[in-house]
């Protein structure tokens, strides 16, 4: 049997290059190797306040994107989170033995609560519901960008906690990172991650740019004063760009570094520029012809939602009985 993977992203914002490179792209990828699961995850959305009219058409474009990068449906499930009510009532029981400590270290909790007078409970409690997204589906494979690493170890230690409490339950997930793109940093700063929920023009790339505006943002993207490219050793700004190109044409580091050793900053961003405007036409072509099919992404979240509902509720049923809750047998 095959082993299963799963992962989720969130319908917020636009979906950018370090989702494609941190995430997407390997959900596509290692799809056939496994029996594949990946998640619209609504539910986390709503830890912080999303107008409900955008967010019900997000689900619908976010879900059109990942058929268009490649996501099969006819061989793994595009599940709606919401739309498979075991995700919510594992979260519960998963709550139930989280001490509220191994919560407030979380580093994105942290710098998400600083930034904001009135903190909600989701915030809080955004990685039980992670966990569960992932031990529901007794995944053993989680293909993420390196944000989530911290949120993956925590869902170990959850799964750990239950098991040492009422018994081998939960299959221990391990994380997959990419080789290259695990972080893509904002074009802007490349101190910080880029994001969806970051604003500024020229923050990031998304997967829907027109060629122009993804050319007019990687020319304008942060550098430093050195003339050229100091490939052992670049700023932050030039490593960005770099391992961009990298992970999008899938070069070796001696081929890398051959090519960009000495080039100038307005050579590599033209080539960055066209590397992904190569990678993202298709894409764009695919996602467009995706969206006037009347139903279809309808009928594959649908068929998502049936495929997983009794693997959900079978690991549900065990939960519950294990730690003693009523059920009907
Ligand atoms: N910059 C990134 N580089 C590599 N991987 C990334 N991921 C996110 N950003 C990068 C990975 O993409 C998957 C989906 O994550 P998400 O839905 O949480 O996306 P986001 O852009 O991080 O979204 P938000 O709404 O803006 O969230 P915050 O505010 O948390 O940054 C995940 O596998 C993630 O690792």
Sequence with gaps: MKKRVLSGIQPTGSPHIGNYLGALKSWARIQYDYDSIYCIVDLHAITA?????????????????LLAIGIDPAHSALVVQSSVPE????????????????????????AKSEAQESIGDGLLQYPVLMAADILLYQAAIVPVGEDQTQHLELARDIAQRFNSLYGETFVMPATHLPTVGARIMGLDD????????????????????????????????????????????????????????????????????????????????????????????????RYHEIRQEAGYIERVLEEGAKRVGPLARATVHTAKKAMGLFTAD
């Design 49 to 65: 306040y999303q107008d409900p009219l955008e967010l019900r058409n997000k689900i619908e474009e976010l879900a059109g994107m």
């Design 190 to 285: 490349p101190e910080k991650k880029m994001s969806k929920s970051t604003s500024g023009a020229a923050h990031a790339i998304s997967l829907l740019d027109p060629p122009n505006v993804i050319r007019k943002k990687i020319m304008r993207a942060t550098t430093d004063s050195e003339p050229g490219v100091n490939f052992e050793n670049p700023g932050a700004g030039v490593r960005n760009l770099l391992t961009i190109f990298q992970a999008f044409n899938e070069w070796s580091d001696d081929r890398m570094k051959d090519h960009f050793t000495g080039m100038r900053y307005g050579d590599l961003k033209k080539q960055v520029a066209d590397a992904v405007v190569n990678a993202l036409t298709p894409i764009q072509q």
């Design 87 to 110: 995700h919510a009532e594992l979260a519960w029981m998963l709550t139930c033995v989280t001490p509220v400590g191994w919560l407030e270290r979380m580093t994105q909790y942290k």
